[in-house]
């Protein structure tokens, strides 16, 4: 064998040896990835918070317990009121009861929607233009497990500053106990 020879040997040896490297790297990457997306969908309460979507940067997740309620503040769209025109913000909630007992949103959970800081005012549904809102679902008794989705709105002061949307108990003291998110508004055309 000359010196040719072993060195064309060698270097196909060594591109094997690297493309059985790189595969087995890839492999184990994905394994690990299906383990990790495994043991968080296993277990039942899991609890995720600011969690992003890759869909769109407005369009990540706030969700949480708040004692034995979840819930889950969704996404958004505009409106306007029916006769002054003026921009409202929907916001679409998700609400589980994971209590013991049969409970509404409205009866155990409030939220607040702020824009500059200054609490914004919930308009009536009937008010709004053009729009198809669930208004009962939020004030319906649902049983232990049961998951609803509701529509909240609220009058904007514009429609460019930033809404901080948060949900608390009913009575609490303790401010620790909330579910938030903040939109940053975007008219899409």
Sequence with gaps: MNFWDLRVRMFIGCGVALLVLLFTGIKGCSDEKDRNTQSSSDSQY?????????????????????????IEIVD???????????????????YT???????????????????????????????????????????RKIQPGTTITFDKVYTLQNDYDDVDVEVTPILSTSSSDKVSKTFYLEWLI
């Design 97 to 139: 009861n994971y209590s013991n007992e049969v409970r509404s949103y409205d009866n155990n959970l409030i939220d607040n929607v702020y824009q500059n800081g200054i609490q914004l005012e919930k308009e009536l549904y009937h008010d709004i233009r053009n729009e198809e809102i669930d208004n009962s679902m939020s004030d």
């Design 46 to 70: 899991s609890y995720s918070d600011d969690s992003y979507s890759d869909d769109n940067d407005n369009n990540y997740t706030s969700s949480g317990y708040i004692g034995d309620n979840y």
């Design 76 to 94: 958004y769209r505009f409106g306007e009121t029916e006769y002054d025109r003026e921009p409202v913000i929907i916001v679409t909630y998700n």
